[in-house]
T-cell receptor, first 110, second 116 residues
Framework: GEDVEQSLFLSVREGDSSVINCTYT??????LYWYKQEPGAGLQLLTY?????DMKQDQRLTVLLNKKDKHLSLRIADTQTGDSAIYFC??????????FGDGTTLTVKP | DAGITQSPRHKVTETGTPVTLRCHQT?????MYWYRQDPGHGLRLIHY???????DKGEVSDGYSVSRSKTEDFLLTLESATSSQTSVYFC???????????????FGEGSRLTVL
């Protein structure tokens, strides 16, 4: 079946860039997503990228997709303490069903 | 924010008792999902629905059943709760799936269930 993997923890200093990496196995994935979860809350979509794109930029967020290697990354520029959260990579390949990674806990130190 | 309400938000119950979690949406979205979130496992799909009375199993459906008699409500039932079902349960909705849309999911706030 489909599998999505990501590293569990990342710690950066405020103002630095954060890069969260993800690999997936389903070559038929149509969309790749990044969701953010703050403590005690549900997940919220941060950004997504269509599988025929290599890069997508949205303000401080840059998503890179290497479809050949099935590798997705999320770069957060000028990381702030408010960016501390759990970030989930997910892939969508069938009608609305998404497979999620285990989440990367980002800690931003002042 | 998408209009998704989960109830109850917190529940403590004993092994062997039935439990029903409710997800209510005001967005008239076609697709609804139940996920569970556990440390080390991320989010895993339990069941999903693509319309009234149309449901299907996800990857961890054993011990769970669902019903969707109205567009706005999706119920998750644990017929006889076990300690392994202690988890945080999230309902999610999607307007289009991937047919003409991005398949983006909107999540509820979660229901924390503890089975003693």
């Amino acid at each position: 079946g489909e599998d999505v993997e990501q590293s569990l923890f990342l710690s950066v200093r405020e103002g630095d860039s954060s890069v969260i990496n993800c690999t997936y196995t389903d070559s038929s994935s149509t969309y790749l997503y990044w969701y953010k979860q703050e403590p005690g809350a549900g997940l919220q979509l941060l950004t997504y990228i269509f599988s025929n794109m290599d890069m997508k930029q949205d303000q401080r967020l840059t998503v890179l997709l290497n479809k050949k290697d099935k590798h997705l990354s999320l770069r957060i520029a000028d990381t702030q303490t408010g960016d501390s959260a759990i970030y989930f990579c997910a892939e969508g390949s069938r009608a609305g069903k998404s497979t999620f990674g285990d989440g990367t806990t980002l800690t931003v130190k002042p | 924010d998408a209009g998704i309400t989960q109830s109850p938000r917190h529940k403590v119950t004993e092994t062997g008792t039935p439990v029903t979690l409710r997800c209510h949406q005001t967005e008239n979205h076609r697709y609804m999902y139940w996920y569970r979130q556990d440390p080390g496992h991320g989010l895993r799909l339990i069941h999903y629905s693509y319309g009234v009375k149309d449901t299907d199993k996800g990857e961890v459906s054993d011990g769970y059943s669902v019903s969707r008699s109205k567009t706005e409500d999706f119920l998750l039932t644990l017929e006889s709760a076990t300690s392994s079902q202690t988890s945080v349960y999230f309902c999610a909705i999607s307007g289009t799936g991937l047919a003409g849309g991005t398949g983006e999911l909107f999540f509820g706030e979660g229901s924390r269930l503890t089975v003693l």
